[in-house]
């Protein structure tokens, strides 16, 4: 079956410094999503990518789809201490198909 | 304002002993899903629904049912419970298919414990 590998699984960063968190798919995604989970609280959805070599930008936040679509990464530029949480991606293989699979994450801790 | 509302957040039962969680959002919202939640596993999806009287297995649905009677509501039985599926659920929902690039929105979780 489908399998969405995410790496690093944790990150420990200082406040100020850059964040990356990158996605790998064993199957060619039709899209893929984003979302924050704070300690303790749920899944917020951030954005969703669906065309190869995609990029898009909120704030600090950097999202990329490969081209090939079967790869993303998330880029947090100068982290503060609200940036804590695990960051998912999932993805879809089909359109209609509504099964998302998620990766398995990446918690990140700020350290002031 | 617009919630997607899980109940119980937190339970403790027994093996075998049928339980169900709730889950109603007021949103109007076409698509629901259940997914749970283990330490490394990341969320893997149990079901999703469509539209009412629609429904299909996700990755992992294995001991568990759902019905999508109305539109607003999308509870997920637990027909006879084992161990293994203590976790954390979370019910979700969107406007509409998702690579229409609708917000999920989900649910604040049910903490589940099966002894």
């Known amino acids: 079956g489908q399998q969405v590998m995410q790496i690093p699984q944790y990150q420990h960063v200082q406040e100020g410094e850059d964040f990356t968190t990158y996605c790998n798919s064993s199957?060619?995604?039709?899209?893929i999503q984003w979302y924050k989970q704070r300690p303790g609280g749920h899944p917020v959805f951030l954005i969703q990518l669906v065309k190869s070599g995609e990029v898009k930008k909120q704030k600090r936040l950097t999202f990329q789809f490969g081209e090939a679509k079967k790869n993303s990464s998330l880029h947090i530029t100068a982290t503060q201490t609200t940036d804590v949480g695990t960051y998912f991606c999932?993805?879809?293989?089909?359109?209609?198909?509504?099964?998302?699979?998620f990766g398995t994450g990446t918690r990140l801790t700020i350290i002031p | 304002e617009a919630q997607v509302t899980q109940n119980p957040r937190y339970l403790i039962t027994v093996t075998g002993k049928k339980l169900t969680v709730t889950c109603s959002q007021n949103?109007?919202?076409?698509?629901m899903s259940w997914y749970r939640q283990d330490p490394g596993l990341g969320l893997r999806q149990i079901y999703y629904?469509?539209?009412?009287?629609?429904?299909d297995k996700g990755d992992v649905p294995e001991g568990y049912k759902v019905s999508r009677k109305e539109k607003r509501n999308f509870p997920l039985i637990l027909e006879s419970p084992s161990p293994n599926q203590t976790s954390l659920y979370f019910c979700?929902?969107?406007?509409?298919?998702?690579?229409?690039?609708?917000?999920?929105?989900f649910g604040e979780g049910s903490w589940l414990t099966v002894v």
């Open positions: 949103m109007n919202h076409e698509y």
């Open positions: 199957t060619t995604l039709s899209n």
């Open positions: 979700a929902s969107s406007s509409g298919q998702l690579y229409s690039g609708n917000t999920i929105y």
């Open positions: 999932a993805g879809r293989t089909n359109f209609g198909n509504e099964k998302l699979t």
């Open positions: 629904s469509m539209n009412v009287e629609v429904t």
